[in-house]
C-alpha cells in the first residue's frame, strides 16, 4: 500500500512537472513584433514538434512513476518477508527453549529413578531387599544440580496459542523438579550425618554387612530420630519421583503436539518418551 501510493505521487508530480512546462512553452510562442501586434513565429511543423516533445516528456514520466511504484511494492513486499521470517526465528528459539528445558527435567527425574532401582539391584544382589529404604538408598556423590528455569519470553508462542494450561503445568513440573533435586540433597546431607553418629558404634563384618551396637541410650534415641526422618523423607521423594516422571512424559507429549500446532512444518523437535522399564 505505501509503496502503491509513493509511485502515484510520482506520476501526478511527473504531469504536474510536464504540464507547467508545456503551459510555459505556450505562453512564450505568442510574441510582440515592432508594430505592436502580436504574432505566431512558429509554423505549424515548429508547434507539433514542441507538443511531441511534451507529449514524450509525459509518457517518461508515467514510465519512470510505474517504475518507481514496482520497486517500491517490491520493497514492501521484502521488507514484509524479513518481519516474517524475523517472527518465526523468534518463535523457534522460544518453542525450543520450552522443549529443551522440559527434556531437561525429563531426563533429570528419570536418572533419579533409575538411581533408585540401581540401589535396589544391589540391595537385591546382596539380599539385602528387606531393609528399610534409607538403608538401601545412598546418598550420591557430586553437588546439587541446576535445574532449568522458564522465561516469560519463553511461553510467549503458547500464551498466542492460547495454550495457558500448558504454560501452568511446566511452571509446576519445573518447581516440582527443583524440590525433588534439593530434597535429595538434604537426604544425602543427613543421611551422612546419621553415618557419622553412628561409626563409632559400627564394625565392618563383611564387604557389605556393617553390625552396629548401641549400649549408649542418648546415642540411640538420637540415631533413631535421624532414621525416622531419613525413612520418611526418601520414601516421599521416591514416591514424588515416579508421579512427577508420569507428569513430565505426558507433558512433553502435549508440548510436542502444541508445537507442531503452532509452528506446523517448520517445527524443528519433537520429544519422544524416554524409555523406561520400570515398574515399581
Known sequence: MDGTFAGMKAINAALLGALGGAVTVAAVVYIVDPAGSLTFPFTVADVATLVSGFGGAIAGAIVAAKVSIHLAEQASIENARREEEARLALSHSQTLSVLLKIEEILNGLYTQKMYFWECFRTANERKQIHLPL???????????????????????????????????????????????????????????????????????????????????????????????ALQFLITDIYTKIKIDLAHAQTLADELSEAVSQILGERALINLRRVDDDTTA
Not at 509446576?172 to 558404634?201: M, N, T
Open 134 to 228: 534409607w538403608a538401601i538408598v545412598r546418598q550420591q556423590a557430586g553437588g546439587a544440580t541446576q535445574t532449568p528455569t522458564f522465561s516469560a519470553e519463553d511461553f510467549v508462542p503458547l500464551m498466542i496459542a492460547k495454550k495457558s494450561e500448558l504454560i501452568q503445568e511446566c511452571r509446576l513440573i519445573e518447581r516440582r523438579y527443583a524440590v525433588i533435586e534439593k530434597s535429595l540433597e538434604i537426604y544425602g546431607s543427613k543421611r551422612e550425618s546419621l553415618q557419622e553418629l553412628l561409626e563409632a558404634h559400627s564394625e565392618a563384618t563383611s564387604e557389605s554387612q556393617i553390625l552396629t551396637t548401641i549400649a549408649d541410650e542418648e546415642v540411640a534415641r538420637r540415631a533413631q530420630i535421624q532414621i525416622n
